[in-house]
T-cell receptor, first 115, second 115 residues
Framework: AQKITQTQPGMFVQEKEAVTLDCTYD???????LFWYKQPSSGEMIFLIY??????QNATEGRYSLNFQKARKSANLVISASQLGDSAMYFC????????????FGKGMKLTVNP | ETGVTQTPRHLVMGMTNKKSLKCEQH?????MYWYKQSAKKPLELMFV???????ENNSVPSRFSPECPNSSHLFLHLHTLQPEDSALYLC??????????????FGPGTRLTVL
């Protein structure tokens, strides 16, 4: 069964600094996709970045990059130059591409950016 | 309107009431999803519709009744709810195209309180 683990309940970072949010996963499917979402206090889940299991390079999207270490089964999100608007809940999710429709989410972690 | 919209944004109802949540996606997607997000719990998938056909019912109680009249609209009919059903209900959509990561895009959610 697929599983996502986010062990950091909360993190604090100073504005303009970089921060890494941890995510580990477990799956027996060799083909899978990893996603990161941001959820501000308003409630909407905002898609940030995607990494496929066969992608050769780490995904990047603006200030977001994904540190994908396949052998360690980790997919950490790196936010560079944090902004106050980055304060939110962050969720890591995975979908096995072998046929399952389920996008399985981790418990999330709260990031607070301090001025 | 763009993206995924949900109405109402907030709903308070008694246990004997009947109400409906509405979701509409303007992305031309083929699949739509209902999720439940309770406090301090991971996001739970409730229902999946592909091309208007229900393909997933994640053991959801019958007091929740989904309806998908077309690929752009999704409803969740509520009746005889319990206080523990109070949660944020999120709708999402995705393309469901072969070879696509099938990223799910979410609406802003309906925050439901059952008295």
């Amino acid at each position: 069964a697929q599983k996502i683990t986010q062990t950091q309940p909360g993190m604090f970072v100073q504005e303009k600094e970089a921060v890494t949010l941890d995510c580990t996963y477990d799956t027996s499917d060799p083909s899978y996709g990893l996603f990161w979402y941001k959820q501000p206090s308003s409630g909407e889940m905002i898609f940030l970045i995607y990494q496929g299991s066969y992608d050769q390079q780490n995904a990047t999207e603006g200030r977001y990059s994904l540190n994908f270490q396949k052998a360690r089964k980790s997919a950490n999100l790196v936010i560079s130059a944090s902004q106050l608007g980055d304060s939110a809940m962050y969720f890591c999710a995975m979908r096995e591409l072998g046929g399952s429709e389920k996008l399985v989410f981790g418990k999330g972690m709260k990031l607070t950016v301090n001025p | 309107e763009t993206g995924v919209t949900q109405t109402p944004r907030h709903l308070v109802m008694g246990m004997t009431n009947k109400k409906s949540l509405k979701c509409e996606q303007h992305l031309g997607h083929n699949a739509m999803y209902w999720y439940k997000q309770s406090a301090k719990k991971p996001l739970e998938l409730m229902f999946v519709y592909n091309f208007k056909e229900q393909t997933e019912n994640n053991s959801v109680p019958s007091r929740f009744s989904p309806e998908c009249p077309n690929s752009s609209h999704l409803f969740l009919h509520l009746h005889t709810l319990q206080p523990e059903d109070s949660a944020l209900y999120l709708c999402a959509s995705s393309t469901r195209l072969a070879g696509d990561p099938d990223t799910q895009y979410f609406g802003p959610g309906t925050r439901l309180t059952v008295l």
